[in-house]
Protein backbone atom coordinates (compact mmCIF):
# COMPACT_ATOMS: atom_id res chain seq x y z
CA UNK A 1 0.00 0.00 0.00
CA UNK A 2 1.23 3.47 -1.05
CA UNK A 3 0.41 7.22 -0.12
CA UNK A 4 -0.83 9.15 -3.37
CA UNK A 5 -1.32 12.71 -3.37
CA UNK A 6 -3.44 14.32 -6.61
CA UNK A 7 -3.73 18.18 -6.78
CA UNK A 8 -5.95 19.10 -9.77
CA UNK A 9 -8.75 21.54 -9.20
CA UNK A 10 -11.69 19.38 -11.39
CA UNK A 11 -13.40 17.34 -8.99
CA UNK A 12 -14.53 14.72 -11.05
CA UNK A 13 -10.75 14.47 -12.13
CA UNK A 14 -9.89 13.79 -8.45
CA UNK A 15 -13.18 11.81 -7.62
CA UNK A 16 -12.66 9.20 -10.40
CA UNK A 17 -8.78 9.15 -10.04
CA UNK A 18 -9.22 8.49 -6.32
CA UNK A 19 -11.73 5.78 -6.34
CA UNK A 20 -9.70 3.80 -8.59
CA UNK A 21 -6.26 3.90 -6.67
CA UNK A 22 -8.21 3.58 -3.64
CA UNK A 23 -9.41 0.26 -5.16
CA UNK A 24 -5.97 -0.15 -6.06
CA UNK A 25 -5.10 -0.86 -2.42
CA UNK A 26 -3.51 3.02 -2.13
CA UNK A 27 -4.08 5.70 0.28
CA UNK A 28 -5.18 9.18 -1.31
CA UNK A 29 -4.55 12.55 -0.80
CA UNK A 30 -6.55 15.22 -2.53
CA UNK A 31 -5.46 19.20 -2.81
CA UNK A 32 -7.39 21.59 -5.31
CA UNK A 33 -4.25 23.94 -5.60
CA UNK A 34 -0.25 23.74 -5.62
CA UNK A 35 -0.24 25.36 -2.21
CA UNK A 36 -2.42 22.97 -0.35
CA UNK A 37 -0.90 20.12 -1.90
CA UNK A 38 2.48 21.21 -0.45
CA UNK A 39 0.71 21.45 3.00
CA UNK A 40 -0.28 17.79 2.31
CA UNK A 41 2.95 16.62 1.16
CA UNK A 42 4.86 18.42 4.30
CA UNK A 43 2.30 17.12 6.91
CA UNK A 44 2.63 13.39 5.08
CA UNK A 45 5.30 12.96 2.04
CA UNK A 46 3.34 10.47 -0.46
CA UNK A 47 5.03 8.58 -3.18
CA UNK A 48 3.65 9.91 -6.52
CA UNK A 49 1.97 12.44 -7.11
CA UNK A 50 -0.34 12.97 -10.00
CA UNK A 51 -0.01 16.88 -10.82
CA UNK A 52 -2.30 18.81 -12.98
CA UNK A 53 -0.93 21.93 -14.85
CA UNK A 54 -3.64 24.39 -15.13
CA UNK A 55 -4.27 25.30 -11.42
CA UNK A 56 -5.75 28.17 -9.16
CA UNK A 57 -3.07 30.06 -7.57
CA UNK A 58 0.58 29.23 -8.35
CA UNK A 59 0.42 26.38 -11.61
CA UNK A 60 1.82 23.08 -11.52
CA UNK A 61 4.87 23.29 -13.60
CA UNK A 62 5.73 26.12 -11.40
CA UNK A 63 5.26 24.06 -8.34
CA UNK A 64 7.18 21.05 -9.84
CA UNK A 65 10.60 22.08 -8.46
CA UNK A 66 9.54 22.43 -4.95
CA UNK A 67 6.90 20.02 -4.63
CA UNK A 68 10.24 17.68 -5.65
CA UNK A 69 12.01 18.78 -2.88
CA UNK A 70 9.20 18.51 0.06
CA UNK A 71 8.34 15.07 -0.76
CA UNK A 72 12.10 14.28 -1.10
CA UNK A 73 11.90 13.64 -4.99
CA UNK A 74 8.94 11.41 -5.40
CA UNK A 75 8.01 10.56 -8.90
CA UNK A 76 5.34 13.15 -10.35
CA UNK A 77 2.99 12.44 -13.06
CA UNK A 78 2.02 15.92 -14.69
CA UNK A 79 -1.44 15.66 -16.22
CA UNK A 80 -2.75 18.80 -18.05
CA UNK A 81 -5.86 19.51 -20.93
CA UNK A 82 -3.85 22.24 -22.93
CA UNK A 83 -0.86 20.84 -23.49
CA UNK A 84 1.77 22.05 -26.12
CA UNK A 85 5.39 20.94 -26.74
CA UNK A 86 6.42 23.60 -24.34
CA UNK A 87 4.06 22.15 -21.49
CA UNK A 88 5.83 18.72 -22.46
CA UNK A 89 9.60 20.00 -22.42
CA UNK A 90 9.08 22.00 -19.39
CA UNK A 91 7.60 19.06 -17.37
CA UNK A 92 10.45 16.56 -18.34
CA UNK A 93 13.30 19.16 -17.77
CA UNK A 94 11.58 19.73 -14.30
CA UNK A 95 11.73 16.35 -13.27
CA UNK A 96 8.31 15.02 -14.23
CA UNK A 97 8.09 11.12 -14.13
CA UNK A 98 5.48 11.15 -16.76
CA UNK A 99 2.88 13.13 -18.73
CA UNK A 100 -0.48 12.19 -19.46
CA UNK A 101 -2.65 14.58 -21.86
CA UNK A 102 -6.19 14.85 -20.54
CA UNK A 103 -9.04 13.45 -21.14
CA UNK A 104 -6.88 9.84 -20.53
CA UNK A 105 -8.00 6.56 -19.34
CA UNK A 106 -8.13 5.41 -15.97
CA UNK A 107 -5.97 2.43 -17.01
CA UNK A 108 -3.95 4.61 -18.16
CA UNK A 109 -3.47 7.05 -15.34
CA UNK A 110 -3.09 3.63 -13.01
CA UNK A 111 -0.33 1.97 -15.17
CA UNK A 112 1.79 5.41 -14.93
CA UNK A 113 1.47 5.34 -11.11
CA UNK A 114 2.18 1.56 -11.00
CA UNK A 115 5.44 2.39 -13.02
CA UNK A 116 6.19 5.37 -10.89
CA UNK A 117 6.11 3.54 -8.22
CA UNK A 118 8.25 0.62 -9.10
CA UNK A 119 10.70 3.08 -10.63
CA UNK A 120 13.81 3.60 -8.02
CA UNK A 121 14.43 7.40 -7.22
CA UNK A 122 16.79 8.83 -9.56
CA UNK A 123 17.81 12.62 -10.52
CA UNK A 124 16.02 13.55 -13.77
CA UNK A 125 17.78 16.88 -13.94
CA UNK A 126 19.33 18.74 -17.44
CA UNK A 127 23.00 19.60 -16.88
CA UNK A 128 23.32 23.01 -14.91
CA UNK A 129 24.47 24.37 -18.24
CA UNK A 130 21.31 23.23 -20.16
CA UNK A 131 19.26 26.37 -20.51
CA UNK A 132 15.59 26.50 -21.21
CA UNK A 133 15.23 26.64 -25.63
CA UNK A 134 13.54 29.90 -26.17
CA UNK A 135 11.96 30.43 -29.93
CA UNK A 136 8.67 30.34 -31.39
CA UNK A 137 5.95 26.77 -30.85
CA UNK A 138 6.35 26.21 -34.49
CA UNK A 139 4.57 22.32 -34.23
CA UNK A 140 0.11 22.79 -33.48
CA UNK A 141 -1.70 20.29 -32.10
CA UNK A 142 -3.88 19.49 -29.30
CA UNK A 143 -5.01 16.15 -29.90
CA UNK A 144 -3.70 13.19 -27.87
CA UNK A 145 -1.57 11.41 -30.89
CA UNK A 146 0.25 15.07 -30.67
CA UNK A 147 0.03 15.25 -27.11
CA UNK A 148 1.83 11.62 -27.26
CA UNK A 149 4.12 13.45 -30.09
CA UNK A 150 5.08 16.30 -27.70
CA UNK A 151 6.13 13.70 -25.15
CA UNK A 152 8.40 11.76 -27.07
CA UNK A 153 9.94 14.65 -28.26
CA UNK A 154 10.44 16.18 -24.63
CA UNK A 155 11.68 12.26 -23.32
CA UNK A 156 14.23 12.61 -26.00
CA UNK A 157 15.55 15.84 -26.82
CA UNK A 158 17.45 16.29 -23.86
CA UNK A 159 19.52 12.51 -24.70
CA UNK A 160 22.25 12.06 -27.69
CA UNK A 161 20.48 9.73 -28.98
CA UNK A 162 20.21 8.70 -32.67
CA UNK A 163 16.16 9.15 -33.63
CA UNK A 164 14.02 7.95 -36.66
CA UNK A 165 10.74 10.02 -37.54
CA UNK A 166 8.55 8.16 -39.37
CA UNK A 167 5.06 9.23 -41.48
CA UNK A 168 3.30 10.12 -44.57
CA UNK A 169 4.94 12.95 -46.36
CA UNK A 170 3.94 16.40 -45.30
CA UNK A 171 3.11 15.17 -41.82
CA UNK A 172 5.90 17.80 -40.58
CA UNK A 173 9.08 15.15 -39.82
CA UNK A 174 11.38 18.59 -40.44
CA UNK A 175 9.04 20.27 -38.18
CA UNK A 176 9.66 17.48 -35.36
CA UNK A 177 13.23 16.98 -35.78
CA UNK A 178 14.26 21.32 -35.79
CA UNK A 179 12.44 20.95 -32.21
CA UNK A 180 14.50 18.03 -30.99
CA UNK A 181 17.72 20.06 -31.83
CA UNK A 182 15.66 23.65 -30.43
CA UNK A 183 15.29 21.66 -26.96
CA UNK A 184 18.76 19.74 -26.78
CA UNK A 185 22.70 20.57 -25.49
CA UNK A 186 23.55 20.58 -28.97
CA UNK A 187 21.13 24.17 -30.03
CA UNK A 188 24.26 26.50 -30.42
CA UNK A 189 25.17 24.19 -33.08
CA UNK A 190 24.53 23.99 -36.53
CA UNK A 191 21.12 21.93 -37.44
CA UNK A 192 21.89 20.63 -41.04
CA UNK A 193 18.80 19.10 -43.08
CA UNK A 194 20.14 17.13 -45.59
CA UNK A 195 17.29 16.10 -48.51
CA UNK A 196 18.61 12.75 -49.53
CA UNK A 197 16.28 12.29 -52.20
CA UNK A 198 17.33 15.69 -53.91
CA UNK A 199 21.15 14.68 -53.88
CA UNK A 200 22.79 13.62 -57.40
CA UNK A 201 22.47 10.03 -56.76
CA UNK A 202 26.40 9.71 -57.86
CA UNK A 203 27.65 12.17 -55.71
CA UNK A 204 25.66 11.24 -52.73
CA UNK A 205 28.78 9.70 -50.75
CA UNK A 206 31.21 12.97 -51.69
CA UNK A 207 28.06 14.90 -50.78
CA UNK A 208 27.99 13.51 -47.23
CA UNK A 209 31.15 12.96 -46.35
CA UNK A 210 33.81 15.24 -48.55
CA UNK A 211 36.91 14.09 -51.03
CA UNK A 212 40.37 14.55 -50.97
CA UNK A 213 42.81 16.49 -53.68
CA UNK A 214 42.29 14.22 -56.99
CA UNK A 215 39.37 11.62 -55.41
CA UNK A 216 37.75 12.05 -58.78
CA UNK A 217 37.80 14.03 -61.83
CA UNK A 218 37.17 17.45 -61.55
CA UNK A 219 37.89 17.37 -57.72
CA UNK A 220 40.62 19.67 -57.64
CA UNK A 221 40.73 20.50 -54.04
CA UNK A 222 40.08 19.16 -50.69
CA UNK A 223 36.21 19.61 -49.55
CA UNK A 224 34.42 19.02 -46.30
CA UNK A 225 30.97 17.00 -46.58
CA UNK A 226 27.82 17.84 -45.26
CA UNK A 227 28.38 16.07 -42.64
CA UNK A 228 31.75 17.53 -41.38
CA UNK A 229 29.56 21.12 -41.33
CA UNK A 230 27.57 20.26 -38.85
CA UNK A 231 30.35 19.11 -36.42
CA UNK A 232 29.10 19.74 -32.61
CA UNK A 233 25.56 19.97 -34.08
CA UNK A 234 22.58 17.81 -35.63
CA UNK A 235 22.48 16.53 -38.95
CA UNK A 236 18.56 15.37 -40.04
CA UNK A 237 18.97 13.06 -43.14
CA UNK A 238 15.37 13.15 -44.83
CA UNK A 239 14.21 10.17 -47.20
CA UNK A 240 16.45 8.13 -45.25
CA UNK A 241 15.55 4.89 -47.45
CA UNK A 242 17.00 6.86 -50.41
CA UNK A 243 20.71 6.15 -49.48
CA UNK A 244 22.01 3.50 -51.46
CA UNK A 245 23.50 0.68 -49.82
CA UNK A 246 27.09 1.66 -50.58
CA UNK A 247 26.69 5.11 -49.17
CA UNK A 248 25.15 2.82 -46.32
CA UNK A 249 28.01 1.39 -45.23
CA UNK A 250 30.02 4.58 -44.74
CA UNK A 251 26.96 5.94 -42.85
CA UNK A 252 27.33 3.32 -40.50
CA UNK A 253 30.96 3.65 -39.82
CA UNK A 254 30.44 7.44 -38.29
CA UNK A 255 27.53 6.05 -36.28
CA UNK A 256 29.72 3.37 -34.83
CA UNK A 257 33.24 5.05 -34.32
CA UNK A 258 32.52 9.21 -34.68
CA UNK A 259 34.97 9.50 -37.79
CA UNK A 260 34.22 10.11 -41.28
CA UNK A 261 36.35 8.68 -43.83
CA UNK A 262 36.18 11.60 -47.07
CA UNK A 263 36.19 9.76 -50.87
CA UNK A 264 39.59 9.05 -52.25
CA UNK A 265 41.17 9.78 -48.04
CA UNK A 266 43.02 7.08 -46.20
CA UNK A 267 42.82 8.76 -42.94
CA UNK A 268 39.60 8.92 -40.91
CA UNK A 269 38.46 12.54 -39.74
CA UNK A 270 36.92 12.91 -36.38
CA UNK A 271 33.05 13.66 -35.91
CA UNK A 272 30.64 14.91 -33.27
CA UNK A 273 26.98 14.73 -34.45
CA UNK A 274 23.82 14.01 -33.82
CA UNK A 275 22.34 12.05 -36.18
CA UNK A 276 18.07 12.86 -36.88
CA UNK A 277 16.24 10.57 -39.47
CA UNK A 278 13.15 9.98 -41.42
CA UNK A 279 11.12 8.47 -43.76
CA UNK A 280 7.70 7.79 -45.34
CA UNK A 281 8.88 4.73 -46.59
CA UNK A 282 8.60 1.02 -44.67
CA UNK A 283 12.22 0.50 -43.21
CA UNK A 284 11.85 -2.87 -42.30
CA UNK A 285 10.42 -3.84 -44.80
CA UNK A 286 13.29 -2.86 -46.97
CA UNK A 287 15.50 -4.29 -44.63
CA UNK A 288 13.85 -7.98 -45.34
CA UNK A 289 14.27 -7.13 -48.75
CA UNK A 290 17.74 -6.44 -48.74
CA UNK A 291 17.56 -2.95 -49.54
CA UNK A 292 18.66 -1.03 -46.45
CA UNK A 293 21.59 -2.58 -44.19
CA UNK A 294 19.59 -4.58 -40.87
CA UNK A 295 22.74 -2.97 -38.58
CA UNK A 296 22.36 0.63 -40.11
CA UNK A 297 18.47 0.53 -39.23
CA UNK A 298 19.14 -0.60 -35.41
CA UNK A 299 21.56 1.87 -35.33
CA UNK A 300 19.19 4.91 -36.39
CA UNK A 301 16.28 3.60 -34.93
CA UNK A 302 17.36 3.91 -31.21
CA UNK A 303 13.95 6.28 -30.76
CA UNK A 304 11.09 6.14 -33.18
CA UNK A 305 8.67 9.11 -33.48
CA UNK A 306 5.61 8.39 -35.83
CA UNK A 307 3.64 11.37 -36.84
CA UNK A 308 0.01 10.54 -37.43
CA UNK A 309 -1.58 12.25 -40.58
CA UNK A 310 -4.28 14.77 -40.18
CA UNK A 311 -7.02 12.76 -41.28
CA UNK A 312 -6.22 10.72 -37.70
CA UNK A 313 -6.00 14.10 -35.89
CA UNK A 314 -8.87 15.85 -37.34
CA UNK A 315 -9.04 17.74 -33.49
CA UNK A 316 -6.16 19.85 -34.50
CA UNK A 317 -7.62 21.72 -37.56
CA UNK A 318 -9.49 24.64 -36.30
CA UNK A 319 -5.80 25.38 -34.47
CA UNK A 320 -3.80 24.79 -37.51
CA UNK A 321 -6.43 26.91 -39.41
CA UNK A 322 -5.94 29.81 -37.10
CA UNK A 323 -2.26 29.46 -36.72
CA UNK A 324 -1.92 29.92 -40.78
CA UNK A 325 -4.57 32.86 -41.26
CA UNK A 326 -2.79 34.10 -37.63
CA UNK A 327 0.44 34.36 -40.06
CA UNK A 328 -1.04 35.24 -43.53
CA UNK A 329 -4.65 36.55 -43.24
CA UNK A 330 -5.58 37.96 -39.28
CA UNK A 331 -9.05 39.80 -40.56
CA UNK A 332 -10.34 36.94 -41.13
CA UNK A 333 -10.17 35.21 -38.02
CA UNK A 334 -11.75 34.42 -35.46
CA UNK A 335 -13.40 31.28 -37.57
CA UNK A 336 -16.93 30.56 -37.67
CA UNK A 337 -18.43 27.38 -36.21
CA UNK A 338 -19.65 26.53 -40.11
CA UNK A 339 -16.04 27.24 -41.28
CA UNK A 340 -14.71 24.87 -38.71
CA UNK A 341 -17.55 22.20 -39.67
CA UNK A 342 -16.50 22.45 -43.59
CA UNK A 343 -13.10 22.24 -42.72
CA UNK A 344 -13.05 19.20 -40.48
CA UNK A 345 -15.82 17.96 -42.82
CA UNK A 346 -12.79 17.54 -45.93
CA UNK A 347 -11.55 14.13 -46.87
CA UNK A 348 -7.82 15.08 -45.75
CA UNK A 349 -4.94 13.34 -46.38
Known sequence: MSHILIIDDEEAV?????????GEGHQVAVASSAE??????????????VLDVRLPGMDGLTALGRLRQITHDAPVIVVTAFGNLNTAVRAVE??????????????????AVARALARPRLQNHLPADAAPATGPE??????AAMQLVFKRIALVAPRDACVLIT???GTGKELVARAIHRHSQRRER?????????????????????????????ATQARPGLLALADGGTVFLDELGDIPLSVQVKLLRVLEHNEVLPVGGNQAERLNIRVLAATHQDLPRLVSANAFRHDLFFRLNVFQIHLPPLRERRDDIPALAEHFLRRFEPGALPLLPETIKFL??????
Do not use: M
Open 190 to 218: PFLPVHLAALNPGLVESELFGHVKGAFTG
Open 167 to 169: GES
Open 94 to 111: GGAFDYLAKPFDLQQALD
Open 36 to 49: EGFELAARKPPEAV
Open 138 to 143: EIIGHS
Open 344 to 349: TGLPWL
Open 14 to 22: CWALERALA
